[in-house]
């Protein structure tokens, strides 16, 4: 269960994310678009930031995930480097029952493809699995059938990805904060029972940093949620991106550096008297037009007494 995250600074920054109706992103709104509510109460937006910022980004690779699923990630992970651009700066993690740091800190590219080529070496060591029988369909029809393992969609069973996330923010939070900081996962979202770090403390340490995490699930989703992946986006403000088949996967390592740096910082001081210090407060934000999409965290634990 996704514990609470407290936030003990009296500025709520909220990450925003617009899409029209067809899913495109939608760049040119500014504060007067916005309506943010906390616990249903209006809020006055203080601070607005849409301008694309550097990134210092941790990339966090899953490599217990299926045979078949994790060499089609080491074929397309050259795609995220087109999203790359000269002043961002990435660390590179790996992750099974056991956390690896693949590579420091760095802005070459050359790096990034050593990291990669570590990847593809364990996805080349995996057995060959068998292909699900049944591809493609409407999202209810692959909802039910995700309920049901098969060859394609399993992997290894303890492993430790909340070990993994907090390796990554640790990493990130010495970074400097006029940069955005981004978690990018790529996982089916499994989790063992040897993690040493749980997704509430987690999401708790992700929001008060200003730390992101926007995922790539290479399983589809069920019931319409990517489980793990979907709590961390939903807690930190990120999104996740369908990743199952090939083409998908590589529209998503295409189009995920782009929408963790064009996104809207919304940031307000709360006037919430209703809700004393220690008690989730939830945060809406939507626009005047309601064929738009709004992704942004969903709310915190103030420590501040107004």
């Not at 961390?232 to 996967?249: F, K, P």
Request: glycine share 8%.
């Amino acid at each position: 269960m996704l514990g609470q995250i407290r936030v003990g600074t009296e500025i709520v920054v909220v990450p925003v994310t617009v899409r029209d109706s067809d899913g495109i992103l939608e760049t040119g709104l500014n504060k007067d678009d916005f309506i943010l509510l906390e616990d249903g109460i209006p809020q006055t937006i203080s601070s607005f930031d849409h301008d694309p910022q550097p990134l210092s980004a941790a990339i966090v690779i899953d490599d217990g995930m299926s045979g078949n699923a994790l060499r089609q990630v080491s074929l397309l992970l050259f795609a995220f480097t087109a999203g790359i651009a000269p002043n961002d700066e990435l660390i590179t993690f790996r992750y099974d029952h056991v956390v690896d740091k693949l590579s420091d800190f760095s802005n070459d590219p050359k790096m990034l493809e050593k990291s990669f080529a570590v990847i593809a070496k364990i996805a080349k060591g995996r057995p060959q699995e068998s292909e699900e029988l049944i591809k493609g369909g409407p999202g209810w029809l692959r909802s039910i059938l995700s309920i049901f393992p098969s060859p394609a969609t399993s992997g290894s069973k303890d492993r430790i990805p909340h070990d993994a996330i907090f390796e990554a923010a640790t990493a990130l939070i010495s970074r400097p904060m006029d940069r955005r900081r981004i978690i990018f996962l790529i996982s089916d979202g499994a989790s063992g029972k040897t993690n040493t770090h749980s997704i509430g403390r987690n999401s708790e340490m992700l929001v008060k940093n200003n730390i992101q995490v926007f995922a790539i699930s290479t399983v589809y989703a069920r019931f319409g949620s990517y489980g793990t992946l979907t709590s961390y986006a939903d807690a930190t403000g990120g999104d996740v991106l369908a990743g199952a088949t090939a083409n998908s996967l590589e529209h998503a390592l295409n189009q995920i550096t782009e929408q963790a740096r064009l996104q809207y910082i919304l940031g307000y001081t709360s006037t919430n008297k209703s809700s004393p210090p220690g008690v989730f407060r939830k945060i809406v934000v939507k626009t005047h037009d309601p064929k738009q999409k709004v992704t942004h965290r969903k709310g915190y634990v103030s420590l501040t007494v107004h």
